[in-house]
């Protein structure tokens, strides 16, 4: 049994020392690979060339399955190890209640508002909050949720199951999203009310990883109006402006200007019309969209949002820009305006698959999607009765493309274009698979951990734990001679036996891990101390070497699992009702008090055994 449990632990961390082996031949090869780039295009940028290996390494763990193999079956190291992200997260619960009221006034919004603040300084939910507000404004919570009919007892109920079922998708969504990106042990759990707790080890891109985990994937389908239907608004609020502009310099002249645009200079042609100065439209083009530069965005946003041009813009339609750059002229990003349907035809709900691609054609990363059948029936529908019209699709509030619909299309399948490149189309795929979050979440706490700290923690907690084995086994040998010898072989049985137990279940190495399996070092010899103890005392009776190990070790056993138990069950409290790193200390103590106990009762035993059969002396201390 003994040889067995060795022999499958070393199987078990075979994959291990084969990951790190194949790691630190990688890393040479990268290494040398790097300074010729440099050497050969001294000109090349840092960026560049870690892109370059970022990818040369992908390629080379791709194209060797065995390289994959043992890096899924080998111990995982936390992120205190390896380096990565730790985000705590919070789900916006008020937007949540923003999607579920009806009819909303300003005194509602003035509440939510306030509750979502209040909620920030407490673990109490939105919900309470805000109904305990609705209530002492004197209305019921009818007003604004549910029917005239629910009392409001039901409501809040209601609506706190709801709330509390969003952060519960929320983390499987983004569980699903951190699974797919292929991020090795990560740990997601949740945080009191509506905090989640998100680490991802080994991550190097720290700005993709926020957005996979933020990006809400609300994806829309709406139809993009027509020219003559953009055009007046588009006119009636560039009069609007006008008209404030002259208002301000206090120009009580009529808004309408005679003067050739041509004879114009561009401060008067921005007075006379502010809207189209900053939002160009182009007059060979049969759409209505407007071209505006980054740098004039923000306040192309500012104008949309006034209370006076809000009322010339229609209820049904809103204005959206592109999600990227249309263009780059003289170094200035410029993005596309576009006129939309608020009601979207179809959303993302419908979405059984997605798929990053690159465009045959066109060679740029494309996104294809596959609807469900009630999706494709609706898309066959809303593509038939629109040809010749533009889709936008949109996700986030943002337009990746706006196609003109050819002909009907039965098939469900559509895609997106638009990406930057691959990396980007993947991340829309893993967001569009794992479907929308039920409300936002925020980032409110955010601390990286660089690898070369994971490496020095890695290196200090190695050194820890052989330095704890040098002293015990010193201390054992010079104190119990050659039984010591026996105890230090039981010991180093025990970390052979942790190790591949830690292997076997994928279980994460943490630094309070390190911790723990340095404290079963230190506590792996208490039994055995009990043990050569008793032994020794039936020994000084004139007992035969048999007898007296056969009584040391029954009138041990009581000590021993005393003391043991009550560990193993503070391990387990530990582990229940800790958070990661404490999570991560409580399994390996538990684990290595299991081992030790085995190697305490089974090993040494073994080895007594063989050496009173042989008839060699025991001699302790």
């Not at 805000?130 to 039901?154: C, P, V």
């Amino acid at each position: 049994m003994i040889v067995a449990f060795l022999a499958l632990s070393i199987y078990l961390l075979y994959p291990t020392y084969a990951d790190r082996k194949t790691s630190n031949e990688i890393e040479k090869q990268l290494s040398f690979l790097g300074d010729s780039l440099r050497s050969a295009n001294p000109q090349i940028s840092d960026a560049d060339v870690n892109d370059f290996l970022e990818y040369k390494e992908d390629s080379i763990r791709v194209s060797d399955p065995s390289i994959k193999e043992n890096s899924e079956k080998r111990v995982k190291l936390g992120l205190d190890l390896q380096g990565g992200m730790y985000l705590v997260m919070e789900v916006n619960t008020a937007k949540l209640l923003e999607k579920l009221v009806k009819n909303p006034d300003e005194d509602f919004t003035q509440m939510l508002s306030e509750a979502a603040e209040d909620a920030k300084l407490s673990d109490e939910n939105v919900v309470s909050i805000l109904a305990a507000k609705i209530q002492d404004s004197g209305k019921r919570l009818s007003r604004y949720f549910g029917s005239i009919r629910d009392d409001d007892a039901d409501i809040i109920s209601r609506l706190e199951e709801q709330e509390a079922d969003a952060v519960t998708r929320a983390i499987e969504i983004i569980s699903n999203r951190v699974n797919q990106y292929g991020v090795s042990e990560p740990n997601i759990q949740k945080q009191g009310s509506r905090r989640i707790i998100v680490e991802l080890p080994g991550i190097s891109k720290e700005e993709e990883a926020k957005r996979l985990l933020q990006g809400s994937a609300l994806l829309e389908f709406k139809l993009v109006k027509e020219s003559d239907f953009t055009i007046p608004i588009m006119n009636r609020i560039d009069e609007i402006l006008a008209k404030q502009i002259k208002y301000i310099e206090g120009d009580t002249s009529s808004v309408e200007d005679t003067t050739a645009v041509a004879d114009m200079s561009p401060e008067e042609f921005a007075r006379s019309h502010p809207f189209y100065s900053i939002a160009l439209i182009n007059p060979q083009s049969p759409y209505a969209d407007a071209f505006v530069k980054e740098t004039d965005r923000d306040k192309l946003k500012s104008f949309l949002n006034r209370a006076e041009i809000k009322n010339v813009i229609p209820d049904n339609v809103e204005f959206l820009f592109d999600a990227k750059p249309y263009s780059v002229q003289e170094g200035v990003n410029i993005f596309r305006l576009y006129l939309v349907n608020k009601q979207p035809e179809l959303t993302g709900g419908v979405i059984v698959d997605a798929q990053a691609n690159i465009d045959p054609q066109t060679t740029a990363p494309i996104v294809t999607m596959e609807m469900d059948s009630d999706g494709a029936r609706e898309w066959a529908r809303i593509t038939g009765s629109n040809i010749d019209k533009r889709c936008a699709i949109i996700l986030d509030g943002a337009i990746y493309s706006a196609p003109t619909i050819q002909g009907k299309i039965p098939s469900g399948r559509s895609q997106i274009s638009g990406m930057e490149d691959m990396n980007e189309a993947k991340l829309l795929e893993i967001v569009l698979k794992a479907g929308a979050l039920p409300a936002p979440v925020d980032i409110i706490e955010e601390r990286t951990v660089g690898p070369s700290l994971g490496q020095d923690s890695i290196a200090q907690g190695f050194n820890s734990t052989l330095l704890g084995f040098f002293l015990v086994a010193v201390f054992m040998i010079f104190y119990y001679k050659k039984t010591g010898v026996v105890a230090d072989l039981a010991l180093f049985f025990t970390i052979i036996f942790i190790m591949g137990i830690l292997a076997g279940f994928h279980a994460t190495l943490t630094l309070p891990g390190i911790a723990g399996i340095i404290l079963t070092i230190g506590m792996a010899v208490d039994a055995n101390v009990l043990i050569f103890e008793r032994i020794r005392e039936e020994l000084s009776t004139g007992k035969t070497a048999k007898a007296s190990i056969e009584s040391g070790y029954a009138n041990s056993y009581s000590a021993i699992f005393d003391s043991n138990i009550t560990t193993f069950f503070t391990g387990i409290i530990l582990y229940q009702f800790g958070s990661g790193p404490i999570q991560g200390f409580a399994l390996t103590l538990m684990i290595g008090i299991v081992c030790s106990l085995f190697s305490a009762l089974v090993v040494t035993r073994l080895v007594f055994d063989m050496m009173a059969a042989k008839g060699n002396k025991i001699n302790i201390g």
